[in-house]
């Protein structure tokens, strides 16, 4: 006789873990199924080791800098093989702290690929391919998405995202592939390691969909740093060997040479072995639609994060989970809101965005309708190395009310001080607003409330 839970979670990523937690915290019987590590993209080969290579990558600069600061510090050289056993040694560590944190929610951990068999029932194939059924009242389906290989000759050849965070050392010459966040983050760290970098962007700049003046400013700080950006250039092939590939580009464009080849040209969810037929749950295109309520068209089986394709973005994938547990088995009914979201992208110089762009704005209340203030200057931090690029503050308001439409910057901590503006930004604050909030100074944020009108 199989095993009977009130809900069963395929996938223990962000969303899957959040959505289990707070359901079994509100006394759901909750059974959690997952054929990887616990902890998902997010946290094994994502966001987390992402952002640790950032930093490991940044010490370039900060040890490139310390002379003028009156520090003597003896000939330098990056050790990438060194960072990369650290950050698997501290993902190891974050992987054990997820399977305890469930342990303690009294959520049970299925180990294996999850497939329906139909609407109520979850077929588990664990080790040795050991077929398991369970059954639920509800499934919430959180798989997340996967990096994609562009239809190329010699794609295989290429590694994606999640394969980087395996390398045990890094090539003298590498090229990059695309134009988005992981992108633009790879070509940075790789280049701030040492890593002679070549980006190809298929469009006229990098970032697109983000503040257009942003952007390229983060573009010509990459490039002024010594980053190779080709736009208008896309791979055709790949041709070669694992360690001595040669990317060929569009006809006319010169043929790269390099070490290493990393495809960052999209993600999709991950349908792939869930059998959604056979519960009747439809899907558009890649992804499963849902409602405000996270409701697939199934009224009993819900889905969250990346495998709906809305907002990829892990804090969004927790509180859609959250959310979900809290309106079913918490009897406090509440949405996400989808329309306002703060995102960072840890470039070097790194950009944070909440609200409408200019361009968005722009297309909603016409040029017309829109002010915007913009600050951009050299900070005090580069005041004695006399480098870097100039960070540049913005600000989007509604000219007929005041209101701040959209909050921009670029530059060091700019995730830090955009998600305090998210706040401010949520609550309709005005340019008025900001003008009468007391600078604090000297900081570089002090200029989001000292702009002149």
């Known amino acids: 006789m199989q095993e009977h839970f009130d809900l069963i979670v395929l996938g223990a990523g962000s969303g899957g873990l959040a959505a289990a937690k707070r359901a079994a915290s509100h006394g759901a019987k909750v059974a959690i199924v997952e054929g990887d590590r616990v ?3 997010c946290v ?15 010490y370039r600069h900060l040890l490139g800098d310390a002379a003028s600061y009156g520090w003597e510090v003896e000939a330098y050289r990056a050790n990438p093989s060194t960072l990369l056993t650290n950050v698997r040694a501290e993902v190891d560590r974050l992987n054990q702290l997820h399977l305890g944190f469930l342990e303690k929610a009294g959520v049970s951990l299925m180990r294996g690929w999850g497939s329906f068999v139909d609407g109520h029932t979850v077929a588990v194939r664990g080790a040795r391919e050991k077929l398991t059924h369970y059954g639920a009242e509800r499934i919430l389906i959180a798989v997340g998405g996967r990096p994609q290989r562009p239809a190329i000759a010699g794609a295989e050849l290429g590694w994606v995202s999640d394969e980087m965070f395996l390398l045990e050392a890094l090539p003298k010459q590498m090229v990059v592939v695309g134009a988005g966040f992981i992108a633009c983050e790879f070509a940075c760290i790789l280049h701030g390691l040492g890593v002679q970098v070549t980006l190809l962007v298929r469009g006229e700049q990098i970032l697109r969909g983000f503040d257009r ?4 400013a983060v573009q010509e700080a ?11 250039t896309s791979p055709t092939a790949l041709e070669g060997k694992p360690g001595a590939i040669t990317v060929v580009t569009s006809p006319g464009e010169e043929s790269l040479a390099c070490g290493g080849v990393l495809l960052a040209t999209g993600r999709r969810p991950f349908l792939a072995g869930l ?11 890649s992804r499963i639609p849902v409602d405000a309520d996270q409701s697939t068209n199934v009224p009993h089986i819900y889905a969250v994060g990346d495998v709906t394709d ?13 959310a979900f547990a809290d309106t079913v088995y918490g009897h406090r009914p509440r949405q996400v809101n989808h329309d306002l979201v703060a ?4 470039s070097q110089p790194e950009l944070a965005t909440v609200g409408l762009s200019e361009e968005a704005a722009i297309e909603r209340h016409g040029s017309e309708g829109i002010r915007v203030h913009r600050a951009k200057f050299r900070p005090m931090a580069q005041a004695l190395p006399k480098r870097g690029p100039a960070v540049l503050l913005k600000l989007v308001v509604e000219a007929s009310s005041g209101k701040v439409l959209g909050c921009h910057m670029v530059g060091e901590h700019s995730a830090e001080i955009i998600q305090m503006a998210a706040i401010a930004i949520g609550m309709g604050a005005t340019k008025d607003d900001f003008d009468r909030t007391m600078a604090l100074h000297p900081s570089v944020s002090e200029e989001f409330v000292t702009m002149a009108n």
Do not use: H, Q, W
């Open 39 to 41: 902890g998902g993209t």
């Open 44 to 58: 094994i080969r994502g966001c987390v080791p992402k952002k640790l290579l950032v930093y490991g990558s940044a």
């Open 310 to 322: 809305r907002i990829n973005l892990t804090p969004v994938a927790i509180d859609e989970g959250r």
């Open 222 to 232: 990459m490039v002024a740093e010594g980053i190779d950006i080709r736009t208008g």
């Open 275 to 285: 059998n959604l037929e056979a519960a009747g749950v439809e899907t558009e295109g």
């Open 213 to 216: 003046e942003a952007a390229l």
């Open 343 to 346: 995102m960072a992208v840890f």
